[in-house]
Structure formats: structure tokens, C-alpha cells
Nanobody, 118 residues
Framework: QVRLVESGGGLVQAGGSLRLSCAAS????????MGWFRQAPGKEREFVAH?????????AYADSVKGRFTISRELRENTVYLQMNSLKPEDTAIYYC??????????WGQGTQVTVVS
């Protein structure tokens, strides 16, 4: 089993920054990719960013966050981060961590709330 635990969400003013963390544990050997999705109230869950362990398009971002968000990973800690700068009220959502492992099998974290107020 894989367990993903997100942290770092919170309330921030527009223009501020937050750093989300996603720590993975369990059967993570052979991980293909990890990434972040978000879901705002009344909306579908949407892609934010991902980082692949190999191959093309190793790092990708949604157009809405390009230039403001940065995804990175710490292999030793099996952790992925999402640095979010210049936050906007429309970034308000629950942010979910996603991991894809051999199978392929997709695992999701429980989510962390990000609220941006103007």
C-alpha cells in the first residue's frame, strides 16, 4: 500500500505564498510520477503540476499556474513539494497529491485546503 500525506495548506492573502508538501510511504518503488491536482467548490478536480521520474515532459504545469508555482521533489525523503507564489483568490481549492506506481496504479492523498483571500 501507498500512503500520501499532504501538508502546508492554509489561509493566505492574495499575492502571498504557500509551500505544500506530499510525503509518500509504503510501496513506492518504481514510482512513475507524482503531482498535484486541485478541486474548488462546485468544480471538477483539475491538474496543477506533475513531475515524472524519467522520460519526456518530466515537469509540467497547468497554464493557470505557470510562472507562479514550482514543483520539486526530494528523493531521499520521498517527498514532493509545490511552491506557490503570487497566489490569487482563484487558487482557492483543496489540493490533492497524486502518485502513479507500477501497474499502473494511482494513489491520492487526503487533500489540504488552500484559501486565498483578497
Amino acid at each position: 500500500q501507498v500512503r500520501l500525506v499532504e501538508s502546508g495548506g492554509g489561509l493566505v492573502q492574495a499575492g502571498g505564498s504557500l509551500r505544500l508538501s506530499c510525503a509518500a510511504s509504503g510501496r513506492t518503488s518504481g514510482t512513475y510520477a507524482m503531482g498535484w491536482f486541485r478541486q474548488a467548490p462546485g468544480k471538477e478536480r483539475e491538474f496543477v503540476a506533475h513531475i515524472r521520474w524519467s522520460g519526456n515532459d518530466r515537469i509540467a504545469y497547468a497554464d493557470s499556474v505557470k510562472g507562479r508555482f514550482t514543483i520539486s521533489r526530494e528523493l531521499r525523503e520521498n517527498t514532493v513539494y509545490l511552491q506557490m507564489n503570487s497566489l490569487k483568490p482563484e487558487d482557492t481549492a483543496i489540493y490533492y497529491c497524486k502518485m502513479v506506481v507500477p501497474g499502473p496504479v494511482t494513489h491520492w492523498g487526503q487533500g489540504t485546503q488552500v484559501t486565498v483571500v483578497s
